[in-house]
């Protein structure tokens, strides 16, 4: 399992979400509270927005504690949407082209949670991802699957159907070859205006996402745990599809096409 932090709103420097809160993504690469796997240390990444469509993204195989860059970086940079994320492998390599958020355009996307029995099935599913896409396929992960395939569903013109279509197809091919859980997802995804985030699973086990208004009013983060102590996080419910920019908070159900 993995942990991630996401922000829209008001430019903001980037360590403001990864290093400074007394639970930052940093400090939850070392010890999580609301994670399987404790220490996230299979790698990190951020993908910012800025002038270009394209977000800016930055990744690496050490654990995000022990990389100076990343605290240089964040320390400078500014942004009003970015994604974070520190990772904990569930069996592939650590690698660069498996770390997140993968890019692909303007869209960004990172994930915490598990398509079961990926592994026997990973041809299957690569093979979901169209030719004109699967140049993009740089890792071996169920995640990066995913993102492609929601891409290959429509996710430029319709986020959600393409991502619940995406998400159907690889909980499907789990319930033929793979085994349960067959699919827990808590996933957060831009391509630059809003922010998009998923809460969902097969079972009654959907990985966390929380989201809040920073204190000043101008911003909105949303994460897979919160980042300081306090009420002012609310719980997303499972089964749900959000749509955040700094000002509103649209929650819809989020059902698979299985």
């Known amino acids: ?46 993908a910012w927005y800025d002038s270009r469509e394209e977000p800016g993204l930055y990744r690496d195989t050490h654990p995000a504690w022990s990389d ?22 569930t069996g592939t390599a650590t690698s660069r082209n498996n770390c997140h958020p993968f890019t692909h355009g303007c869209w960004s996307f990172m994930h915490n949670g598990q398509v079961g029995g990926f592994e026997n099935f ?46 159907g197809k690889l909980e499907s091919l789990s319930r033929e070859f ?8 808590g996933a957060a995804f831009s391509c630059g205006g809003a922010l998009y985030a998923v809460r969902y699973a097969s079972d009654h086990l959907a990985p966390t996402v929380y989201s809040s208004k ?21 719980s997303v419910p499972a089964g749900s599809f959000c749509r955040y920019t700094a000002e509103d908070a649209e929650i819809e159900d989020f059902v698979p096409v299985l």
């Not at 100076?68 to 492998?89: C, D, E, W």
């Not at 690569?126 to 569903?153: N, Q």
Request: overall charge neutral; hydrophobic content about 40%.
């Open 1 to 46: 399992m993995c942990r991630w932090a996401a922000y829209i709103g008001a430019p903001v420097y980037l360590d403001e979400v990864v290093c400074k809160p007394e639970q930052s993504l940093v400090a939850q690469s070392i010890h999580a509270f609301e994670c399987k796997t404790q220490t996230n240390a299979d790698g990190f990444g951020i």
């Open 68 to 89: 100076p860059n990343l605290r240089s970086i964040t320390h400078q940079v500014r942004s009003g949407l970015f994604l974070a994320h520190v990772r904990a492998s």
């Open 122 to 167: 990973r041809r299957r599913a690569d093979m979901m991802i169209p030719d004109e896409l699967y140049g993009a396929r740089k890792g071996a992960t169920d995640s990066e699957a995913l993102f492609l395939i929601a891409i290959a569903e429509g996710l430029y013109e319709d986020p959600k159907g393409a991502m619940q279509r995406a998400v």
């Open 178 to 185: 793979g085994h349960t859980p067959h699919m827990r997802i």
């Open 214 to 234: 920073t204190a000043d009013g101008r911003g909105r983060l949303v994460v897979s745990e919160p980042l300081h102590k306090g009420e002012c996080w609310q």
